[in-house]
Structures are given as structure tokens and as C-alpha cells.
């Protein structure tokens, strides 16, 4: 018969397993260039993805049955994390619209620059 102790240290190998290949197989993309820069960054946001269910449900047991509260807590976590990340993206862009001058302005600059 199998103990809950062997359980949870099975789970937890599992968890640790499924986390560096999530972790290896994403480095891999970066440094070996497989496919185009597009299809590697989806790549990396599905791994991402992957290993952050594999540590809720492996490390943090949230996909257990019985507690609400935690599935709750999770789900607000999740709301605000999207919001906080949204919101850095939508400023980081259009701050990077903004502050990038146009060509014509650098063209300008270079030549004041030139004639000093």
C-alpha cells in the first residue's frame, strides 16, 4: 500500500521534473534559435504557462479538492497579476511610441550635431 507520504514525494518529484524541462526546453528556444523570433516567443509564454500550472497544482496543491478559499485567493491573484502586467505593457508601448523620435527628427539632430 502506498503511504501519503510517497504521494507527495512522488508529486513533488514530478513537479520538479515537469518544471526543468519546462525550464531547459525554454532556454533551448532562446540560444538555439529554432524557429522564427514570433514562434519562439509564443513558445516561451506556453511554457511559461505550462510550468506555472505544473507549480500550482504539483507544489502549491490548488487543483485539490475541498478549499474554495485558496481557489478564490487564486483566482483574485490572477485578476490583479493580468491587470498589473496589462498595464505595464499598454504604458511600456506607448511611452515607446512617444519618446521614440522620427526620422526626420533624428536627421535633424545628426545634422546640428554635424555643424558644430
Keep these: 500500500m502506498i503511504s501519503a507520504a510517497e504521494t507527495s514525494t512522488a508529486r513533488y518529484v514530478l513537479g520538479f521534473l515537469g518544471s526543468l524541462v519546462c525550464t531547459f526546453a525554454a532556454y533551448w528556444f532562446v540560444v538555439a534559435h529554432p524557429v522564427a ?3 519562439a516567443l509564443g513558445a516561451l509564454v506556453a511554457l511559461a504557462l505550462i510550468q506555472i500550472f ?12 475541498g478549499n474554495q478559499l485558496n481557489q478564490l485567493a487564486l483566482a483574485l491573484t490572477l485578476v ?3 491587470i498589473v ?6 504604458i511600456m ?8 523620435p522620427s526620422e526626420a527628427q533624428m536627421l535633424q539632430y545628426t545634422q546640428s550635431q554635424d555643424s558644430m
Design 37 to 39: 523570433h514570433n514562434l
Design 85 to 90: 502586467v496589462t498595464g505595464s505593457l499598454w
Design 93 to 100: 508601448f506607448n511611452l515607446n511610441g512617444r519618446m521614440m
Design 80 to 82: 490583479i497579476v493580468g
Design 54 to 65: 505544473i507549480q500550482l497544482a504539483l507544489f502549491l496543491h490548488l487543483g485539490d479538492r
